[in-house]
């Protein structure tokens, strides 16, 4: 295993003490139980937002902390859930009087752990109310995840639910917001390479010299199927169209198109992919609107990519616009 | 050789081709000559200023295009010098009447190819002053260059120069910041593991399962010494050590510290690299007034980091603070 880490056990909570000594600016972060909130949290009267998961994903979550998206970020493990311990304690951190909003992805470990501390928040006097992630086409009940899971599309969830906290909505209606944006988003990635896990010290599964993994989850969990490597614009083809018959995206709708790399991969292959992916929607009468593309919901040093579609109107789009200020998300501010 | 590619011969303007559909808010590109402009160049009687060099790097250059960075960006093929005619194409499509300002990275190519450009723009009266980076402490005299290398804290030179220009600095007084911050920034990059360039196929060099290159070069060319795989805080001072004592920096000095990612790496562990080299500048009494950490000068997917250190003054802060809108960096917009 070749990695800039120290001790395996310390990469987490020696990330997260570089994390906050370099956007000190922005967060505070907590060392024991570990979590990261904004600087000035909790913002009295506002809604709070908290989101959280296993480690590398980065600049999930922690990257989307501050003004206009998320108010505190609960990292796990390398890939796995955090406890209840510092998402209750994340949770209390930003209770600004207006309740907390608690955004996870489907998994299972997930699930349990925020719907334990939302329940111990409740009985400390925070109202909480939690929404569910589950963007990914590519496969229902997998290794980890009952139903579907949540990948990329999560950047979006917290990026507009954010934007509807910052401009003063009450937690029902900012939890309706994240829950629209939930139900107009898909994606799905492609694996080139595995990953490897610190504390596990080996890859997390193999593939071939010639061979890709269509479907793949963010933590290696299989996909699809294993093909061999096409070229780019088949592998956007085949990942965009379970994508656009889902809902199904249909001609004359305006999305927002997030191509999303894994970690590992070039910037000239993503913008690679986007090209394709723009092409698709233009042949289908899809304007894209709005877009973005880099590592925003990574696997570790993982190669590959996720393209994600969400399905905008005039409000989700003039929320995705509103000014933003984090490590990984900026504009306005 | 594993990557999202068509055909290999078409990776530049296959992926300027897509950064110019996912960008075009903020620029347009030219598919022949290549290269990227900012959407409303040129800008009358504003310092224009360009800078290029093979592709491979990215965000660098082209995702540094915008309002209070680079007029233009001239992407050659992976790891290869653009031609002289894409330089003077994009020199004269930013001439806004108060000349253009070339910031080169020093390798041997690159500053051929811009002096070229430089010649033929001023035969076509346009005004332009060159300023060349060499901010790598690791090598003197190596593959490709004469003297030192042009790295990371090209971005850096790029931010500040921008800003000068943006505040309606003359060319003249645009160079001269420029060349202050040339002056008083240094960088060191290591490697874990090689990358492979799209038309080769191949690793450009190889280590092995347990070595790692201290001094590597962004394109993979040779740098100080191959050495076993060490735990991060050690690599992090091998480093700095060369980084600090080259100015020398001392103890008062205000500096950016800024860790960027080869492409490969994992943000946990850029965090965990900047982590230790905060400690290290606190130790030594060096304040770190300003911070950036990410994959900014890239190689490809190569795993590794580079350090960078700029002394700040109230000047240079004030300018590297100063709004810029481009698809890498972006606030105050």
């Given amino acids: 295993m070749k990695k800039l880490v120290n001790d395996p056990k310390n990469v987490v909570n020696e990330a997260v003490a570089g994390f906050g000594a370099a956007h000190a600016d922005l967060v505070r972060v907590s060392a024991d139980p570990i979590f990261i909130v904004r600087k000035d949290a909790p913002v009295a009267g506002k809604v709070g937002i908290v989101s959280g998961g296993g480690s590398g994903h980065e600049p999930m979550h922690g990257g989307f902390v501050g003004p206009g998206m998320l108010d505190a970020a609960v990292p796990g493990p390398v ?6 311990d510092p998402i209750l304690a994340a949770t209390k951190a930003v209770d600004g ?5 608690h955004i996870v992805k489907n998994y299972t470990g997930d699930v349990l752990n925020f719907e334990t501390a939302a329940d111990l928040a409740a009985a400390d006097g925070v109202e909480v109310r939690s929404v569910l992630v589950n963007d990914d086409v590519a496969v229902k009940d997998s290794l980890y995840t009952a139903g579907r899971r949540g990948v990329a599309g999560t950047v979006l969830v917290e990026k507009i639910a954010g934007a509807a906290a910052d401009r003063g909505d009450d937690l029902e209606s900012v939890a309706l917001v994240a829950e629209r944006v939930i139900g107009q988003v898909r994606s799905m990635g492609v694996a080139l390479t595995p990953c490897v ?5 080996q890859p997390s599964f193999t593939l071939a010299e010639d061979e890709i993994e269509i479907g793949i989850g963010i933590h290696g969990e ?9 070229p780019a614009d088949a592998i956007v083809d085949r990942l965009l169209g379970p ?4 809902i199904p995206f249909v001609a004359g709708d305006k999305v927002l198109l997030l191509v999303n790399g894994m970690g590992g991969t070039p910037q000239v292959e993503l913008y690679i992919v ?3 992916a723009a092409e698709v929607l233009a042949e289908r009468g899809i304007e894209v609107t709005r877009t973005l593309v880099g590592n925003f ?3 570790l040093e993982m190669q590959g990519m996720s393209i994600t579609v969400l399905k905008l109107d005039d409000e989700l789009t003039t929320l995705w616009d509103a000014p933003v200020q984090t490590a990984a998300l900026r504009w306005g501010r």
């Fill in 222 to 230: 299989p996909g699809r199927e294993r093909i061999k490597l096409e």
């Fill in 274 to 276: 986007f090209r394709r």
């Fill in 297 to 299: 919901t990574t696997s």
């Fill in 243 to 246: 994508i656009l018959d889902d």
């Fill in 197 to 201: 896990v610190p504390h596990a010290g």
């Fill in 97 to 101: 009087g207006a309740g907390v909003l």
């Fill in 79 to 84: 890939f796995t859930s955090p406890t209840p």
